[in-house]
Protein backbone atom coordinates (compact mmCIF):
# COMPACT_ATOMS: atom_id res chain seq x y z
CA UNK A 1 0.00 0.00 0.00
CA UNK A 2 1.27 3.47 0.22
CA UNK A 3 1.51 5.85 2.81
CA UNK A 4 -1.63 8.17 4.48
CA UNK A 5 -0.80 11.90 3.84
CA UNK A 6 1.87 13.67 6.12
CA UNK A 7 3.71 16.82 5.90
CA UNK A 8 7.65 16.47 5.71
CA UNK A 9 10.25 18.63 7.19
CA UNK A 10 13.82 18.12 6.32
CA UNK A 11 15.79 19.49 9.26
CA UNK A 12 18.95 20.60 9.54
CA UNK A 13 19.45 21.54 12.76
CA UNK A 14 18.76 19.44 16.24
CA UNK A 15 16.99 22.44 17.41
CA UNK A 16 14.37 22.17 14.43
CA UNK A 17 13.77 18.65 15.18
CA UNK A 18 12.96 19.13 18.87
CA UNK A 19 10.67 22.36 18.17
CA UNK A 20 8.83 19.88 15.70
CA UNK A 21 8.53 17.18 17.79
CA UNK A 22 6.95 20.17 20.66
CA UNK A 23 4.40 21.11 18.21
CA UNK A 24 3.22 18.41 17.23
CA UNK A 25 3.86 15.70 19.55
CA UNK A 26 2.54 12.23 19.33
CA UNK A 27 1.22 13.26 15.49
CA UNK A 28 4.88 13.24 14.69
CA UNK A 29 7.63 10.90 13.74
CA UNK A 30 11.00 10.89 13.35
CA UNK A 31 12.26 9.61 10.06
CA UNK A 32 16.18 8.27 9.94
CA UNK A 33 16.67 5.08 7.83
CA UNK A 34 13.09 4.64 6.96
CA UNK A 35 13.54 0.58 7.53
CA UNK A 36 10.90 0.34 9.83
CA UNK A 37 8.94 3.55 9.72
CA UNK A 38 8.44 3.26 6.10
CA UNK A 39 7.10 -0.17 6.44
CA UNK A 40 5.05 0.52 9.23
CA UNK A 41 3.58 4.35 6.96
CA UNK A 42 3.48 1.69 3.71
CA UNK A 43 0.52 -1.21 6.03
CA UNK A 44 -1.00 2.24 7.33
CA UNK A 45 -0.27 0.83 11.05
CA UNK A 46 1.27 4.58 11.41
CA UNK A 47 -0.23 7.74 10.47
CA UNK A 48 1.78 10.55 11.59
CA UNK A 49 0.34 14.35 10.59
CA UNK A 50 4.46 15.38 10.32
CA UNK A 51 7.51 13.49 9.39
CA UNK A 52 10.95 15.23 10.44
CA UNK A 53 13.94 14.11 8.36
CA UNK A 54 16.93 13.82 10.61
CA UNK A 55 19.26 12.24 8.37
CA UNK A 56 20.76 16.03 6.71
CA UNK A 57 22.11 16.57 10.36
CA UNK A 58 25.44 16.39 9.98
CA UNK A 59 26.42 16.27 14.35
CA UNK A 60 24.12 13.52 14.75
CA UNK A 61 26.22 11.18 12.16
CA UNK A 62 29.10 10.92 14.40
CA UNK A 63 30.52 7.88 16.38
CA UNK A 64 32.42 8.87 19.08
CA UNK A 65 35.00 6.85 21.05
CA UNK A 66 35.01 7.76 24.73
CA UNK A 67 37.60 6.57 27.15
CA UNK A 68 34.77 3.90 28.53
CA UNK A 69 31.95 4.03 25.81
CA UNK A 70 31.36 4.39 22.67
CA UNK A 71 28.31 7.19 21.73
CA UNK A 72 26.26 6.41 18.46
CA UNK A 73 24.43 8.81 16.84
CA UNK A 74 20.78 8.78 15.72
CA UNK A 75 21.59 9.21 11.56
CA UNK A 76 24.33 6.46 12.27
CA UNK A 77 23.63 4.11 9.75
CA UNK A 78 23.77 0.10 10.72
CA UNK A 79 26.12 -0.23 7.48
CA UNK A 80 28.57 3.09 9.20
CA UNK A 81 29.18 0.84 12.43
CA UNK A 82 30.15 -2.01 10.59
CA UNK A 83 32.01 0.02 8.79
CA UNK A 84 33.65 1.75 11.58
CA UNK A 85 37.69 0.56 11.81
CA UNK A 86 37.58 0.07 15.83
CA UNK A 87 33.94 -1.76 16.39
CA UNK A 88 35.52 -5.80 16.62
CA UNK A 89 37.76 -4.41 19.33
CA UNK A 90 35.61 -1.50 21.49
CA UNK A 91 32.25 -3.19 20.99
CA UNK A 92 32.84 -7.23 20.23
CA UNK A 93 29.39 -8.01 20.89
CA UNK A 94 27.70 -5.61 18.71
CA UNK A 95 30.56 -6.81 15.94
CA UNK A 96 29.02 -10.24 16.14
CA UNK A 97 25.23 -8.92 16.25
CA UNK A 98 25.25 -6.42 13.81
CA UNK A 99 25.74 -8.54 10.21
CA UNK A 100 22.15 -10.52 11.43
CA UNK A 101 20.05 -7.25 11.70
CA UNK A 102 18.48 -7.69 8.05
CA UNK A 103 20.02 -7.66 5.14
CA UNK A 104 22.48 -5.65 3.56
CA UNK A 105 20.06 -3.97 1.85
CA UNK A 106 18.28 -2.69 4.71
CA UNK A 107 21.50 -2.04 6.71
CA UNK A 108 23.24 0.19 4.26
CA UNK A 109 20.10 2.85 5.24
CA UNK A 110 19.09 1.81 8.44
CA UNK A 111 19.89 3.12 11.45
CA UNK A 112 21.19 1.39 15.13
CA UNK A 113 19.14 4.13 16.58
CA UNK A 114 15.78 4.11 14.60
CA UNK A 115 16.14 0.25 15.31
CA UNK A 116 15.92 0.70 19.26
CA UNK A 117 13.28 3.61 18.96
CA UNK A 118 10.94 0.78 17.01
CA UNK A 119 11.68 -2.04 19.28
CA UNK A 120 10.88 -5.42 17.84
CA UNK A 121 11.38 -7.62 20.66
CA UNK A 122 13.41 -10.04 18.34
CA UNK A 123 15.66 -7.14 17.21
CA UNK A 124 19.40 -7.75 17.52
CA UNK A 125 20.13 -4.12 18.08
CA UNK A 126 17.86 -3.64 21.22
CA UNK A 127 19.09 -7.45 22.64
CA UNK A 128 22.76 -5.86 22.45
CA UNK A 129 21.29 -2.59 24.06
CA UNK A 130 20.46 -4.88 26.91
CA UNK A 131 22.69 -7.64 27.47
CA UNK A 132 25.89 -4.29 27.03
CA UNK A 133 24.00 -2.51 29.71
CA UNK A 134 24.49 0.63 27.61
CA UNK A 135 22.19 3.75 27.82
CA UNK A 136 19.64 5.89 25.82
CA UNK A 137 20.38 9.75 25.18
CA UNK A 138 16.98 11.05 24.74
CA UNK A 139 16.53 15.08 24.43
CA UNK A 140 13.35 17.54 24.20
CA UNK A 141 13.20 21.22 23.88
CA UNK A 142 12.55 21.09 27.73
CA UNK A 143 15.60 18.72 28.77
CA UNK A 144 17.70 15.70 28.58
CA UNK A 145 17.91 12.11 30.10
CA UNK A 146 20.04 9.24 29.82
CA UNK A 147 17.77 5.83 30.18
CA UNK A 148 19.61 2.94 31.21
CA UNK A 149 18.90 -0.03 28.38
CA UNK A 150 16.30 -2.14 30.85
CA UNK A 151 14.22 0.68 31.33
CA UNK A 152 13.93 1.59 28.02
CA UNK A 153 12.13 -0.73 26.38
CA UNK A 154 8.59 -0.45 27.55
CA UNK A 155 7.19 -3.86 25.89
CA UNK A 156 6.44 -4.82 22.52
CA UNK A 157 7.21 -2.10 20.14
CA UNK A 158 7.01 0.49 23.11
CA UNK A 159 9.11 2.58 24.88
CA UNK A 160 10.15 5.31 27.49
CA UNK A 161 10.44 7.77 24.85
CA UNK A 162 7.72 10.52 25.54
CA UNK A 163 6.18 12.08 22.48
CA UNK A 164 8.71 15.21 22.57
CA UNK A 165 11.68 13.44 22.47
CA UNK A 166 14.14 12.49 20.02
CA UNK A 167 16.68 9.24 20.29
CA UNK A 168 19.49 11.65 20.14
CA UNK A 169 22.32 8.72 20.45
CA UNK A 170 22.94 5.62 22.48
CA UNK A 171 25.95 5.31 24.21
CA UNK A 172 27.28 1.27 24.89
CA UNK A 173 29.74 0.14 27.56
CA UNK A 174 33.29 -0.73 26.17
CA UNK A 175 33.88 -3.58 28.80
CA UNK A 176 37.54 -4.62 28.66
CA UNK A 177 38.67 -8.01 29.25
CA UNK A 178 35.37 -9.70 28.98
CA UNK A 179 34.13 -12.38 26.60
CA UNK A 180 31.01 -11.76 24.26
CA UNK A 181 28.79 -14.75 22.27
CA UNK A 182 26.51 -14.04 20.49
CA UNK A 183 24.03 -16.66 18.20
CA UNK A 184 20.43 -16.41 16.82
CA UNK A 185 18.07 -19.14 15.19
CA UNK A 186 16.19 -17.45 12.18
CA UNK A 187 14.49 -18.95 9.67
CA UNK A 188 16.63 -17.54 7.45
CA UNK A 189 19.43 -15.52 7.80
CA UNK A 190 18.77 -11.96 7.92
CA UNK A 191 14.87 -12.51 9.13
CA UNK A 192 13.93 -11.83 12.31
CA UNK A 193 15.08 -14.11 14.79
CA UNK A 194 12.89 -16.63 16.49
CA UNK A 195 15.46 -16.54 19.71
CA UNK A 196 18.57 -14.69 19.92
CA UNK A 197 21.22 -15.00 22.77
CA UNK A 198 23.98 -12.94 23.70
CA UNK A 199 26.47 -14.05 26.79
CA UNK A 200 29.23 -11.84 28.37
CA UNK A 201 31.19 -12.94 31.23
CA UNK A 202 30.88 -10.36 34.25
CA UNK A 203 33.02 -9.76 37.05
CA UNK A 204 31.04 -11.76 39.12
CA UNK A 205 29.92 -14.90 36.59
CA UNK A 206 27.95 -14.69 33.64
CA UNK A 207 25.46 -12.60 31.79
CA UNK A 208 22.93 -13.88 29.46
CA UNK A 209 20.76 -11.73 27.49
CA UNK A 210 17.29 -13.26 25.43
CA UNK A 211 15.36 -11.70 22.40
CA UNK A 212 12.20 -12.79 20.71
CA UNK A 213 11.19 -14.63 23.75
CA UNK A 214 9.35 -11.71 25.60
CA UNK A 215 7.58 -8.92 24.87
CA UNK A 216 10.68 -7.06 25.59
CA UNK A 217 15.17 -8.24 25.14
CA UNK A 218 15.90 -9.57 28.91
CA UNK A 219 19.20 -9.90 30.50
CA UNK A 220 19.92 -12.49 33.72
CA UNK A 221 23.11 -12.49 35.65
CA UNK A 222 24.51 -15.14 37.49
CA UNK A 223 27.61 -15.64 39.55
CA UNK A 224 29.92 -18.40 38.08
CA UNK A 225 27.62 -21.68 37.61
CA UNK A 226 28.80 -25.61 37.74
CA UNK A 227 27.44 -28.17 36.09
CA UNK A 228 23.88 -28.80 36.42
CA UNK A 229 23.05 -25.56 37.46
CA UNK A 230 23.30 -24.16 34.16
CA UNK A 231 20.50 -26.25 33.25
CA UNK A 232 18.36 -25.57 36.18
CA UNK A 233 19.06 -21.85 35.86
CA UNK A 234 18.63 -22.00 32.31
CA UNK A 235 15.07 -23.71 32.66
CA UNK A 236 13.72 -20.99 34.91
CA UNK A 237 14.39 -18.22 32.82
CA UNK A 238 13.45 -20.09 30.06
CA UNK A 239 9.97 -20.50 31.37
CA UNK A 240 10.11 -16.99 33.37
CA UNK A 241 10.09 -15.12 29.94
CA UNK A 242 6.68 -16.19 29.22
CA UNK A 243 7.41 -17.92 25.79
CA UNK A 244 4.03 -17.78 23.37
CA UNK A 245 2.96 -20.31 20.58
CA UNK A 246 2.85 -18.19 16.95
CA UNK A 247 3.20 -18.57 13.72
CA UNK A 248 7.05 -18.93 13.50
CA UNK A 249 7.36 -21.44 16.50
CA UNK A 250 6.18 -22.65 19.58
CA UNK A 251 6.75 -21.49 22.80
CA UNK A 252 8.49 -24.89 23.91
CA UNK A 253 10.81 -24.70 20.70
CA UNK A 254 11.70 -20.78 22.05
CA UNK A 255 12.24 -22.58 25.58
CA UNK A 256 14.47 -25.52 24.06
CA UNK A 257 16.64 -22.85 22.30
CA UNK A 258 16.96 -20.63 25.36
CA UNK A 259 18.26 -23.63 26.73
CA UNK A 260 20.36 -25.06 24.19
CA UNK A 261 21.76 -21.59 22.96
CA UNK A 262 21.90 -20.50 26.59
CA UNK A 263 24.50 -23.28 27.78
CA UNK A 264 26.01 -22.88 24.49
CA UNK A 265 27.27 -19.27 24.88
CA UNK A 266 27.58 -19.53 28.65
CA UNK A 267 30.24 -22.41 27.80
CA UNK A 268 32.17 -19.99 25.40
CA UNK A 269 32.13 -16.94 27.57
CA UNK A 270 33.43 -19.53 30.84
CA UNK A 271 35.62 -21.57 28.54
CA UNK B 1 14.79 23.63 7.31
CA UNK B 2 12.15 23.13 4.62
CA UNK B 3 8.85 21.95 5.14
CA UNK B 4 6.61 20.28 2.21
CA UNK B 5 2.94 20.31 2.61
CA UNK B 6 1.21 17.27 3.11
CA UNK B 7 -1.49 17.87 -0.07
CA UNK B 8 0.59 20.05 -2.75
CA UNK B 9 3.52 18.63 -4.90
CA UNK B 10 6.90 19.89 -4.58
CA UNK B 11 10.23 19.95 -6.91
CA UNK B 12 12.54 16.78 -6.70
CA UNK B 13 15.67 17.21 -8.43
CA UNK B 14 17.99 13.79 -8.70
CA UNK B 15 20.44 12.69 -10.86
CA UNK B 16 18.85 9.28 -12.52
CA UNK B 17 22.05 7.33 -14.31
CA UNK B 18 24.00 10.43 -14.53
CA UNK B 19 21.42 12.38 -16.11
CA UNK B 20 20.23 15.48 -14.40
CA UNK B 21 16.28 14.81 -14.11
CA UNK B 22 13.37 16.82 -11.95
CA UNK B 23 9.78 15.41 -11.11
CA UNK B 24 7.16 16.74 -8.71
CA UNK B 25 5.96 14.52 -5.07
CA UNK B 26 4.19 15.19 -2.75
CA UNK B 27 5.80 14.16 1.14
CA UNK B 28 3.98 10.76 0.78
CA UNK B 29 5.46 10.00 -2.81
CA UNK B 30 7.77 6.54 -2.56
CA UNK B 31 10.87 6.75 -4.68
CA UNK B 32 9.66 3.56 -6.42
CA UNK B 33 6.19 5.63 -7.44
CA UNK B 34 8.49 9.21 -8.44
CA UNK B 35 10.58 6.82 -10.23
CA UNK B 36 8.17 4.99 -12.59
CA UNK B 37 5.39 7.34 -12.84
CA UNK B 38 7.12 10.67 -12.64
CA UNK B 39 10.34 9.76 -14.62
CA UNK B 40 9.25 7.14 -15.99
CA UNK B 41 11.75 4.58 -15.17
CA UNK B 42 10.09 1.63 -14.84
CA UNK B 43 12.48 -1.12 -15.19
CA UNK B 44 12.36 -0.69 -11.12
CA UNK B 45 9.54 -3.14 -10.04
CA UNK B 46 7.40 -2.93 -7.03
CA UNK B 47 6.80 -5.85 -5.07
CA UNK B 48 5.73 -6.13 -1.89
CA UNK B 49 5.77 -2.92 -1.06
CA UNK B 50 7.14 -3.02 2.36
CA UNK B 51 11.19 -3.50 1.90
CA UNK B 52 10.96 -7.67 2.08
CA UNK B 53 11.28 -8.65 -1.81
CA UNK B 54 14.10 -6.88 -3.26
CA UNK B 55 12.44 -6.07 -6.40
CA UNK B 56 12.43 -2.41 -5.91
CA UNK B 57 16.34 -1.88 -5.40
CA UNK B 58 18.13 0.88 -6.33
CA UNK B 59 21.45 2.63 -5.63
CA UNK B 60 21.22 6.03 -3.59
CA UNK B 61 24.61 7.73 -3.45
CA UNK B 62 26.09 4.63 -3.03
CA UNK B 63 23.62 3.05 -0.89
CA UNK B 64 21.71 -0.31 -2.13
CA UNK B 65 18.39 1.12 -1.03
CA UNK B 66 14.91 -0.12 -1.22
CA UNK B 67 13.04 2.21 -3.02
CA UNK B 68 9.92 1.21 -1.38
CA UNK B 69 11.25 2.35 2.04
CA UNK B 70 12.35 5.38 0.77
CA UNK B 71 10.75 8.40 0.17
CA UNK B 72 11.22 10.66 -2.94
CA UNK B 73 11.47 14.21 -0.93
CA UNK B 74 14.51 12.03 1.12
CA UNK B 75 16.43 11.56 -2.20
CA UNK B 76 16.07 15.66 -3.67
CA UNK B 77 19.96 16.34 -4.88
CA UNK B 78 20.72 12.93 -4.84
CA UNK B 79 22.46 10.08 -7.48
CA UNK B 80 20.38 7.42 -8.08
CA UNK B 81 21.42 4.61 -10.23
CA UNK B 82 18.35 2.04 -11.48
CA UNK B 83 18.70 -0.72 -13.72
CA UNK B 84 18.45 1.23 -16.95
CA UNK B 85 21.65 2.23 -16.58
CA UNK B 86 23.67 -1.51 -16.38
CA UNK B 87 23.56 -1.41 -20.03
CA UNK B 88 26.47 0.24 -21.94
CA UNK B 89 24.47 0.67 -24.67
CA UNK B 90 20.37 0.64 -25.71
CA UNK B 91 20.76 -2.32 -27.70
CA UNK B 92 23.62 -4.26 -25.50
CA UNK B 93 23.95 -5.73 -21.99
CA UNK B 94 26.14 -5.28 -19.80
CA UNK B 95 28.41 -8.37 -18.43
CA UNK B 96 26.14 -9.42 -15.44
CA UNK B 97 23.37 -9.26 -17.51
CA UNK B 98 24.70 -11.09 -19.97
CA UNK B 99 26.03 -13.63 -17.20
CA UNK B 100 21.82 -13.86 -16.26
CA UNK B 101 21.15 -14.57 -19.99
CA UNK B 102 23.49 -17.37 -20.51
CA UNK B 103 22.09 -19.13 -17.30
CA UNK B 104 19.07 -18.74 -16.94
CA UNK B 105 19.04 -15.98 -14.41
CA UNK B 106 15.43 -15.34 -14.37
CA UNK B 107 12.33 -16.21 -15.48
CA UNK B 108 9.52 -14.49 -14.99
CA UNK B 109 11.83 -11.13 -14.41
CA UNK B 110 9.94 -8.81 -11.91
CA UNK B 111 13.12 -9.73 -8.95
CA UNK B 112 15.07 -9.08 -11.41
CA UNK B 113 15.92 -5.35 -11.48
CA UNK B 114 16.69 -4.90 -7.65
CA UNK B 115 19.08 -8.45 -8.00
CA UNK B 116 20.95 -6.96 -10.85
CA UNK B 117 21.18 -3.68 -8.85
CA UNK B 118 22.34 -5.47 -5.44
CA UNK B 119 24.90 -7.85 -7.44
CA UNK B 120 26.27 -4.82 -9.63
CA UNK B 121 26.70 -2.86 -6.27
CA UNK B 122 28.24 -5.25 -4.67
CA UNK B 123 30.71 -7.02 -7.23
CA UNK B 124 32.27 -3.03 -7.90
CA UNK B 125 33.46 -3.64 -4.49
CA UNK B 126 33.95 -6.90 -3.67
CA UNK B 127 35.56 -8.58 -7.27
CA UNK B 128 36.27 -11.90 -5.65
CA UNK B 129 33.37 -13.32 -4.01
CA UNK B 130 32.38 -16.34 -2.59
CA UNK B 131 29.52 -18.49 -3.04
CA UNK B 132 28.38 -18.11 1.03
CA UNK B 133 28.51 -14.36 0.08
CA UNK B 134 26.33 -13.83 -2.52
CA UNK B 135 23.93 -16.57 -1.23
CA UNK B 136 24.36 -13.57 1.68
CA UNK B 137 23.67 -10.68 -0.40
CA UNK B 138 20.82 -12.87 -2.43
CA UNK B 139 18.96 -13.09 1.37
CA UNK B 140 17.72 -9.67 0.54
CA UNK B 141 15.72 -10.66 -2.41
CA UNK B 142 12.79 -13.59 -3.36
CA UNK B 143 12.70 -14.59 -6.41
CA UNK B 144 10.34 -17.15 -6.98
CA UNK B 145 10.64 -18.37 -10.58
CA UNK B 146 14.56 -19.51 -10.80
CA UNK B 147 15.48 -21.14 -7.26
CA UNK B 148 18.47 -18.91 -6.64
CA UNK B 149 20.72 -21.85 -8.07
CA UNK B 150 21.48 -20.18 -11.65
CA UNK B 151 21.06 -16.48 -10.38
CA UNK B 152 24.33 -17.33 -8.01
CA UNK B 153 26.20 -18.98 -10.65
CA UNK B 154 25.45 -16.13 -12.99
CA UNK B 155 26.93 -13.75 -10.40
CA UNK B 156 30.21 -15.92 -9.87
CA UNK B 157 30.40 -15.80 -13.38
CA UNK B 158 30.07 -12.11 -14.06
CA UNK B 159 32.72 -11.48 -11.23
CA UNK B 160 35.37 -13.85 -12.79
CA UNK B 161 34.37 -12.47 -15.89
CA UNK B 162 34.89 -8.73 -14.61
CA UNK B 163 38.25 -9.48 -12.37
CA UNK B 164 39.72 -10.80 -15.79
CA UNK B 165 38.70 -8.18 -17.96
CA UNK B 166 40.20 -5.90 -15.56
CA UNK B 167 43.46 -7.70 -15.41
CA UNK B 168 43.57 -7.59 -19.20
CA UNK B 169 43.41 -3.76 -18.74
CA UNK B 170 45.53 -2.77 -16.51
CA UNK B 171 48.87 -5.14 -17.78
CA UNK B 172 47.57 -3.41 -20.85
Known amino acids: MKPPAFDYLRAETVGEVLDGLAQQGGDARVLAGGQSLMAMLNMRLAKPKLLIDIMRIPELRKIERKTDAVVIGAGVRQADLLAWPDLAEALPLVALALPCVGHMQTRSRGTICGSLAHADPSAEMPLALVALGGEVLLRSARRRRRVAAKDFFAGMMLTARSDDELIEGISLPVINGSRFAFREVARRHGDFAIVACAATKTPSGVRLAVGGVADVPTARDWPRLEGSAVDDALNAFAYELGARDDV ?17 LIGEVLR | MSRFKSDARHPIHVSLNGEPVAGEAEPRTLLSDFLRHRLGATGTHVGCEHGVCGACTVVVDGMLTRSCLTLAAQVDGCEIRTVE ?18 HHALQCGFCTAGILMSLDHYLARNPAPTEAEIRDLLSGHLCRCTGYTPIIQAALEAAAQLASSKKETSDA
Open chain 2, 85 to 102: GLAPAADRLGVLQQAFRR
Open chain 1, 248 to 264: HATARYRRDLVRMIGRD
